[in-house]
């Protein structure tokens, strides 16, 4: 009975002494300048910190303690501690940064000036600018494969991806893709890529080893007009199980079999939907609708959107940070 | 007079709605053709149009189908309850109702357990619905489908009572087509069953505060927020306030010897 008592005191204690630390969202409020922190526990908003002129693009750093964000009309890249929430620095960006991503090596941060066709690279502790690459007309998206060798950029009038190599900085290979490239997300192995073209309504899957694309998906969204179908975010799985596709305003999220490119289905979502990301244990899906101003939140288990969350005006890009 | 007796009552009342009832099995079936043809046909086409905007009990966005569902449910028992009137007057013709009124029991009594007797027949047709509704995506938790059951019953007394009010003011069948087009359209169509308020008061101001009024939107309400495990205590009360009001209303005023076989008009 006492070591029972003891047991249950110390259970007790522990428990006091570290409550468990429900895992957090950040979402970019591009017309609010502000981040909107969602308790993925509660699912509630539990703070809004006041960042840049508009946010959008966000990012976790490797190590998981700074997010980085895209202060578009500021011209600038802020860096926000987790641990404080607090904006401890700022980073060179080049104009207008809009999507950004960060190289594995956790130093090299590739940023798309949307209006001057470049692709700034920034050392992020030296805060130096390494290279400055000329690409298509509009830089938009970007992505750094998980292994390091490439970064890739979209160019919305070019409608190209522009492979870089990492080492060089320079561009290896164009691939011509659908009309105004958003966004590319590789395959945890980083054998496949994915690259949403928003007006071409078309998401193209591209062999990396080869870069060659090896398949163009279309979406038919029941009930919803083609002119509204238009791909932007993709989210991928990590067992290579699924793919997401957020279908802008058409208003759903496409559910797609990541090895036959088969929809599986289309998930009603607010109002212009843009950016997702998965959490932590991979369970639940987020997206930011940004003409609704709010993240709905899929359950994976059983492919249905189970809550949406108001978060400030419109919602840009979420990040889950899985440490939290 | 025993609780024995009244339960004996009970169930001969409840035993006849569904000897009924099984003698029409087909109605039972063309019933759930309409709110069926809504729920396929009418709301397909209205898909996009509801627009942007979560309301409770709702915590995400929602497919029309799933909107109207609710309301559907608050149709099929409409219905049924106002040909239910139709089937005491038809009774009444007959001298059936006579014959139940005989009863020494407490005439609230005999009339209430026909109003239950009659919902359940109703009840039973909302949950074949419900699983048909399944096929459109309309999925409701699963506890909703029990949670829903009170709101259910006491929609179906509400409505029950209506019905049987509207029945001591018919004189004869034909005026069923008067129903149709005073009672059960306009409740229908002005409630919260085909679109969420804020949607009406957006169209007109004084349309929003008939539907607030119509009762029938509350009913729906309750079937609403009962079916997603959410409760709604203002909805509730109206529904069961009105229902107090209606019962009291109309087991006062039935009068079985009020209306005459063949055509003889006056009271007897």
């Not at chain 1, 590319?184 to 060659?212: C, M, P, Q, Y």
């Amino acid at each position: 009975m006492k070591t029972l008592f003891k047991r249950t005191a110390l259970a007790a204690m522990i428990g006091l002494s570290t409550p468990a630390l429900a895992s957090v969202a950040y979402v970019s409020n591009e017309k609010d300048n502000t981040l909107s922190v969602i308790d993925t526990e509660t699912q509630k908003v539990i703070e809004t910190i006041d960042v840049g002129q508009r946010p959008r693009g966000i990012l976790l750093s490797k190590d998981y303690t700074k997010l980085y964000i895209c202060a578009s009309d500021d011209d600038t890249v802020q860096v926000l501690d987790l641990a404080t929430r607090k904006i401890v620095d700022t980073l060179p960006s080049g104009e207008d940064p809009e999507q950004f991503a960060l190289h594995p090596n956790n130093k090299h941060l590739y940023i798309a000036n949307e209006d001057d066709a470049i692709v700034t690279v920034v050392d992020v502790d030296s805060k130096e600018v390494l290279a400055q690459i000329d690409v298509g007309i509009e830089p938009e998206g970007m992505a750094v494969s998980p292994n390091g060798k490439w970064a890739v950029n979209t160019s919305e009038t070019t409608s190209m991806l522009h492979w870089i190599n990492t080492e060089t900085f320079e561009i290896e290979k164009n691939i011509v893709v659908g009309q105004r490239p958003r966004h590319v997300e590789f395959s945890r192995d980083s054998k496949i890529a994915w690259a949403s073209a928003e007006i071409g309504g078309t998401v193209h899957i591209i062999d990396v080893d080869n870069l060659e694309q090896i398949h163009e998906m279309s979406f038919k969204v029941p009930g919803v007009n083609q002119d509204r179908v238009q791909p932007v975010g993709i989210e991928l799985t990590s067992d290579g199980k699924y793919a997401f596709v957020a279908l802008g305003p058409s208003n759903h999220v496409a559910v797609v079999d990541a090895k036959t490119y088969e929809v599986l289905d289309y998930l009603l979502v607010g109002a212009r939907v843009w950016q997702l990301d998965l959490d932590k244990d991979e369970t639940h899906l987020y997206t930011t609708n940004g003409v609704s101003g709010d993240v709905s939140v899929i359950n994976l288990e059983d492919m249905k959107v189970i809550k949406s969350i108001k978060v400030g005006r419109y919602p840009w890009g979420v990040v889950i940070d899985p440490t939290s | 007079m025993k609780a024995a007796h009244y339960w004996h009552c009970f169930v001969g009342i409840q035993t006849r709605e569904w000897l009924r009832f099984w003698q029409q099995r087909t109605r039972f079936a063309s019933a759930l053709v309409r709110p069926l043809l809504w729920l396929v046909v009418f709301a397909a086409g209205f898909r996009a149009v509801l627009g942007i905007s979560i309301i409770p009990p709702y915590e995400t966005y929602i497919t029309y189908e799933t909107y109207i569902a609710p309301g559907l449910c608050g149709m099929i028992i409409l219905f049924n309850s106002m040909q239910g009137a139709l089937s005491m007057v038809y009774d009444r013709e007959l001298g059936s109702m006579r014959v139940l009124l005989m009863s020494p029991l407490p005439r609230p009594f005999l009339l209430v357990t026909k109003l239950l007797a009659m919902g359940v027949v109703s009840i039973g047709q909302v949950y074949v619905f419900l699983l048909l509704a399944l096929l459109v995506d309309v999925e409701p938790p699963l506890w909703g489908y029990l949670a829903v059951l009170p709101a259910l019953i006491l929609t179906s007394l509400m409505l029950g009572a209506l019905g049987l009010l509207i029945a001591t003011w018919i004189k004869q069948l034909e005026n069923f087509a008067g129903v149709m087009n005073f009672v059960i359209f306009p409740m229908f169509f002005m409630s919260s069953a085909l679109y969420p308020l804020w949607r009406m008061n957006e169209a007109s101001p004084w349309l929003y505060w008939i539907c607030q009024f119509n009762p029938f939107t509350h009913a729906v309400e309750a079937i609403r927020f009962s079916l997603y495990l959410e409760w709604n205590p203002m909805a509730y009360g109206i529904t069961g306030g009105v229902t107090v009001v209606l019962a009291l209303l109309a087991t006062a005023g039935f009068r079985p010897q009020r209306t005459k076989i063949l055509g003889t008009s006056k009271p007897a």
